[in-house]
C-alpha cells in the first residue's frame, strides 16, 4: 500500500538504547516472553511445565507454526496471504476423499497435494504482481474460492479419512521421545531460515520488504521474489494442512480455515515480523507459534471457551503490532 | 501513486462525471435486470422485488460505511463483528418496553461506534495497518457476540420486529427508507461538509492533506467511526430481519461490502469513488444472491462465484491506475 513505499524503515538509527530495545524484541523479545510465561505458569501448576507436556503441546502447535512460517515469509516482503487457513482445509479434505484411509497412492497424492498448495501460492503471487491487486484483496478472493471448492467437493458433511501413516506424521512419537510433527516443524524452521539468511533471495526478500522501489531501482526482479515467496507460503500452507490433517485424522470443511488464518498471523507479529515488512524473522516466528498455543491451551484449562479465545487472538494481534509500530516509529 | 484530488469536480462537470462516473457498472446492473426478468420467471414479482429490497438494506447501511473507510485510505474488516454483537445483543438484552428499548439501542450504537474510535486510534496514532487492526477488532467483537449468544436464538420483542419491517403491500417501508436516508446521508456527509472532503483528501494524499492543515488523524478516526455506527445500524435491521441474534450472521459484510465498494469504483488505497457507483454495487450484489437461488445454484458456489467478482473487480479498477513497480 503507499505509505509503505516512505514510511518503511527498521529500528536501525539514532538513538542507541532504544535501537538495543528494538533490537532484543526483534530478535530474541519473543524467547524471553516466552520463558517468562512458563515460569509463571509453573508457579500456578506445576504440570504445564513439565517436559512430556511441553512436546506434547509441540506436537500441537506444529500445524499452526509450520503455516506461520509460510505467513511470515509474505509479511517479511511487505504483503498477507489470507488463503493460508483455507488451503490448509482444501488440502484436508482433498486428501481424505482421494486416499479414503488406504496408503495406495500415498506418494503421488502427496505430491499432488504440495503442488495444488504451491499452484494456489503461485496464482496469488501473479494476481499481486502481473494483474496489480493488492495483496490482502487478492488473497481475499482466493480465499473466498478455495472455501466455496471445499464446500462444493464435501457437500458441507466430513469426507473420508487419512491414512495410518500421515496420522503418525501428525501425532506420532518416534521412539515415544519426540513428536515426529515437532521434528518436522523443527526441520523446516532451519530450511526456512537457511533460505532467509544465506541465499541471495532470503536478502532479496528483506530488501523487497523493506523498499520496493529500491529493491527495483537496484536491480532486484521485485516481482519475481513475490511471486517465488507467494508460491513457497502456498506449498507450506500444503505441509501445514497434511501435518494438521494427520493430527485430526479424518476430512472435513471445519477443519484448518479462519483459526489457523489468524493464529498465522498472530505467531508471527508475535514473533516480531512487522506488517510493514523487511523486519523480522522465522525463529520469532517459531516462538510466536508456541507461546500462542501454550497459552491457548491455558486458557482452555482456565476454562475459557471460543469466544474469549477469539478475542485474545483479537487483541493479541492489535496490541503487539500497536507496541511494535510505536517502537518502530520511536526508533526512527 | 493516486492523484490527491478526485477527478469529479474538476472541468466540465457534466463531461467529467461521465468519464469519470461509475457508469459501466449501471449498465452491467441494467443488463443483468433484463436478463433475470427475460429468463428467470419468478424475478419481475412482488414479492421478490421486495425481498432483494429488504436483503440489501443491511448490505447497503454497511457498504456507505464502508465507504467512508475505503475512501479515506482505510479498510473496515470489523463491520461483520459488529453486525453479529449487535443482533446478538439485542436478542438477549432487549426486553418488551419502550424504556429498554431506547437504553439498549443506545448503548450497542455507544458500542458500536466506540469500535469504530478503537480502530480508527490504532491505526491513525499507533500507525497499525488498518486491514490488521480491523480483523483484531473484528475478532474481539465475534468474541463478544459469542459471550452474548453461543448459538443462533433469542427474544427479539415482537413490537420491535414489526416497526422495522413495516411494509404496506409488497413495498418494504421501513427498509427502504433505510436504504435512501443512508444514501442520503452518506453523499451529504460526503459533498456538504468538511469532514467528507477531507475524507477525500486523506485517502487521495496523506501527507498533501497533513501539510495543508487537515488534522488527519481525527478525519481518520471519525472516518472509522461513521463506518461502525452505519454497520451498527445495518445490525440492528438484520435483528428484526431475523427475529433473532446470531454470532454467525455477520460473517459474509466484510467480504460483501468490499465487493460492493470496489465495485462501485472506489479503488482501494481511497481518494476516489462516490457513493453513486457503491448504491449499484449493492443492488448487484443484492440481486446476484437472490437470482442464484432462484435459479437452484449451490450456496456453496456462490462462494466461488464471489471470490472470483471480488478478484475481477479489483484487478478491472486497478488496471487504470499506474502504480510504480508491483
Known sequence: MKPSITERTSAEDKHPRRDIFGKILSKGGIFLILLICLFVFGILSPALVSLSHLLS???????????????????????????????????????????????????????????LGALIGFVNGVGVTKLKIPAFMMTLGMWLVLRGVVLVYTKGGPKGFWPSSIQFLGKGWIGGVIPAATVLWLALTIVGVYLLRKTTWGSYVYATGGNPTTSFLSGIKVHNVLILAFTLCGLISAVAGIVLSGYVGWGSFQVGGE???????????????????????????????????????????????????????GSIIVVVTGFYEKITKKAR | MVTPVSGIWQGNKLLSRIKTGPWIIYVILVLFFLFN?????????????????????????????????????????????????????????????????LLTLA?????????????????????????????????VAKGISFVFREYPGGYVPPAYIKGMTWSIGFVPVVPVLLMVGAVTTGAVL????????????????????????????????????????????????????????????GDSFPLDSITAVVLGGVIIGGGRGSLMGVVAGVILI????????????????????????????VAITFRKEKREYA
Open chain 2, 190 to 249: 460526503f459533498r456538504k461538509t468538511c469532514f467528507g472532503r477531507y475524507v477525500y483528501a486523506v485517502g487521495g494524499n496523506e501527507e498533501s492533506a497533513r501539510a495543508i492543515g487537515i488534522n488527519v488523524n481525527a478525519t481518520k478516526i471519525l472516518s472509522f467511526v461513521v463506518c461502525a455506527l452505519f454497520a451498527t445500524m445495518g445490525g440492528l435491521f438484520m435483528t428484526a430481519r431475523i427475529a433473532s441474534g446470531d454470532p454467525f450472521i
Open chain 2, 286 to 313: 443484492g440481486v446476484f444472491n437472490v437470482v442464484l437461488t432462484l435459479f437452484d445454484v449451490s450456496p456453496y458456489y456462490q462462494y466461488i462465484i464471489k471470490g472470483a467478482l471480488l478478484i475481477f473487480a
Open chain 1, 259 to 313: 483459526q489457523y488464518l489468524l493464529g498465522s498471523i498472530a505467531a508471527s507479529v508475535l514473533g516480531g515480523t512487522t506488517f510493514s515488512g523487511g523486519v523480522g524473522g522465522l525463529t520469532g516466528t517459531f516462538g510466536g507459534a508456541y507461546l500462542l498455543t501454550i497459552t491457548d491451551s491455558v486458557l482452555t484449562m482456565l476454562g475459557v471457551g471460543y469466544a474469549g479465545r477469539l478475542i485474545f487472538t
Open chain 2, 37 to 101: 426478468v427475460v429468463f428467470c420467471p419468478f424475478f419481475w414479482t412482488g414479492f421478490n422485488i421486495s425481498n432483494i429490497i429488504s436483503q440489501s438494506a443491511v448490505l447497503m447501511l454497511v457498504s456507505v460505511g464502508q465507504s467512508f473507510a475505503i475512501i479515506g485510505g482505510g479498510l473496515d474488516f470489523s463491520v461483520g463483528g459488529i453486525v453479529s454483537l449487535t443482533t446478538c445483543f439485542i436478542a438477549t438484552q432487549m426486553r418488551n418496553s419502550p424504556f429498554s428499548m
Open chain 1, 57 to 115: 503441546l509441540a506436537c500441537y502447535a506444529a500445524p499452526l507454526g509450520i503455516v506461520a512460517m509460510g505467513q511470515s515469509i509474505v509479511m517479511l516482503t511487505g504483503c498477507f496471504d489470507l488463503s493460508v487457513g483455507a488451503t490448509m482445509t482444501l488440502i484436508n479434505v482433498i486428501g481424505a476423499g482421494t486416499l479414503e484411509g488406504s496408503e495406495q497412492n500415498l506418494v503421488p497424492i502427496l505430491v499432488f497435494l504440495l503442488g
Open chain 2, 107 to 139: 448503548l450497542i450504537l455507544c458500542v458500536g461506534m466506540g469500535i469504530g474510535a478503537i480502530n480508527g486510534t490504532g491505526i491513525a496514532f499507533f500507525g497499525i495497518n488498518p486491514f490488521i487492526m480491523t480483523i483484531g477488532t473484528m475478532s
